[in-house]
């Protein structure tokens, strides 16, 4: 089964790579250092998920999903809630360091990897 996995994945990511020609969009952000950071290319309707949860390409039944290691680090969600790591086609947390690093521990004690999201000790 996990050998499927992986196949999946690079069939998805080959996939969402290739619906990524003409149609993207770059997007640029301020840091804040004063540069210009650059944000992943996103897929037509996939520009909110793209922003909050790294699901920059694009399907061809229309569903978002994220493409590679840069889509997830750039999205708010690697921010708010460690989930920096790509995986078969979304973003997910996978080190207890991602979760420590994330906002959601901090202001909610999610700082415990279990099952590629980040959660409280006391919610296990």
Do not use: Y
């Amino acid at each position: 089964m996990s050998r499927n996995l992986v196949v999946l994945s690079v069939l998805l990511g080959a996939f969402a790579l290739g619906c990524a020609s003409n149609s993207a969009t770059t997007h640029k952000d301020d840091s804040e250092s004063g540069k210009q950071a650059s944000k992943p290319d996103f897929v037509g309707e996939c520009e909110v998920e793209c922003d909050k949860a790294g699901l920059c390409g694009k399907l061809a039944d229309g569903s978002c999903l994220a493409r590679d290691a840069k889509d997830c680090k750039s999205s708010s969600f690697c921010e708010e809630k460690g989930e920096c790591t790509f995986s078969a086609g979304k973003c997910i947390a996978s080190t207890d360091e991602e979760c420590k690093n994330s906002v959601f521990c901090k202001e909610k004690g999610a700082c415990t990897l279990k099952a590629g999201k980040c959660v409280s000790s006391a919610g296990m």
